[in-house]
Nanobody
């Protein structure tokens, strides 16, 4: 399975971006998909996750009410709509995929990772 993330960039505080992550290869082996992020000098942290059906969604407290995860199984793509961006959202965002039938927030529950896309929100 290969994951290709896109959509990052620089945006002013209060602005919006939409990240996309397209899966290819043995897509039938993946169910849960998620987004993590890593700021300079910090650990990679969970952002949001979604099950294959979309019926199970988890989000970090820091992004609730601002970020929305969704997926289009026909396109094998997961999205992260990010609104009301803040400087503390600045990070490299990674998409991930795993075999579980529910949304998960732990890194160990994902066995495929994308290459990351940079999101920058200047202070």
């Amino acid at each position: 399975v290969q994951l290709q993330a896109s959509g990052g960039g620089a945006v002013q505080a209060g602005g919006s971006l939409r990240l996309s992550c397209a899966a290819s290869g043995n897509i039938f082996s993946i169910n849960n998909m998620g987004w993590f992020r890593q700021a300079p000098g910090k650990e990679r942290e969970f952002v949001s996750a979604i099950s294959r059906s979309g019926g199970s969604i988890l989000s970090a407290e820091s992004v609730k009410g601002r970020f929305t995860i969704s997926r289009d199984n026909a396109k094998n793509t997961v999205y992260l709509q990010m609104n009301m961006l803040k400087p503390e959202d600045t990070a490299v965002y990674y998409c991930a995929a795993g075999p579980y039938n529910w949304a998960t927030s732990t890194r160990g529950s994902y066995n495929y990772w994308g290459q990351g896309t940079q999101v920058t929100v200047p202070a």
